[in-house]
């Protein structure tokens, strides 16, 4: 029997391999480290709740969630996520704070070496 390694999704084994190349490309470590956490299995995968986005973030910073991010709580600061998911109340409750969602892809077009963003897990 054969066990399986890393995730099963496409898009998201694509993700992981568009995230180590631009690493060794801009040799910006923050890309390899958002890869390995999403490498990590399905249970021990991350979820962030809005309650610590608002307890941990300054109002105005992009943060990194290397995994789901979980409508729990509210939000008042404007900030912007970039995620692998987000539930859809997570969502809402971001745009009503005038908050910005984005995709891994977004943010390193918009940001390629990843600098004054922080990874929340």
């Known amino acids: 029997m054969v066990k399986r390694t890393g995730p099963t999704n496409p898009y998201l084994r694509q ?3 568009s995230l180590k190349k ?4 801009l040799k910006s470590p923050i890309w390899k480290d958002v890869a390995e956490k999403l490498s990590k299995s399905t249970r021990q995968r991350i979820e962030v709740n ?21 409508a729990s709580g509210n939000l008042t ?4 996520v970039a995620a ?8 809402e409750k971001i745009k009503n704070a005038n908050g910005k969602i984005m995709t891994f892809d977004e943010l390193m077009k918009e940001n390629p070496k990843g600098s ?6």
């Open 84 to 91: 692998w998911r987000f539930s859809t109340a997570a969502k």
């Open 50 to 70: 809005l309650s610590d986005i608002e307890r941990n973030v300054v109002d105005g910073e992009t943060i990194i969630v290397p995994g789901v991010v979980l």
């Open 22 to 25: 631009k690493s060794l490309e």
């Open 77 to 80: 600061k404007k900030v912007n």
């Open 116 to 121: 004054n963003v922080r990874i929340i897990s």
């Open 15 to 17: 993700l992981i391999d």
